[in-house]
């Protein structure tokens, strides 16, 4: 496996490579899956629902703490969420739908 370089990434497209490298592990993508989809959940039960604004505080704790358990104990590695914040929350989406239409593997 070829591995990608962590820094300089000018778009999008140069690192969702490295973000998906950094995710190999399947339970970790799983997590980070089943994290993502309760985040879409929440928001749209708060939109749409009876839930009150301030369960908004709760989408962060949701989406990152499954992913990052995911990183600490399956996949042994930093979340790319510490040193690309904007990239590592579009790559989480981008991943969750890529594994919802099968584009890589559950």
């Not at 339970?27 to 939109?47: D, K, N, Q």
């Not at 590695?77 to 590592?88: D, G, L, V």
Request: hydrophobic share 50%; charged share 15%; net charge positive.
């Amino acid at each position: 496996m070829t591995t990608i370089k962590q820094s300089g990434f000018q778009s999008f497209a140069e690192f969702y490579p490295y973000y998906l490298q950094e995710h190999s592990d399947s339970t970790c993508r799983r997590l980070h899956f089943v994290g993502t989809s309760l985040v879409i959940a929440l928001l749209a039960v708060v939109i749409v629902g009876p839930l009150s604004a301030w369960w908004l505080l709760a989408l962060p704790v949701i989406g990152y703490g499954f992913a990052w358990v995911g990183h600490f104990f399956f996949e042994k590695n930093r979340p790319a969420t510490f040193k690309h914040p904007w990239y590592s929350l579009a790559g989480d989406f981008v991943m969750w739908k890529d594994i919802l239409t099968r584009r890589i593997d559950w």
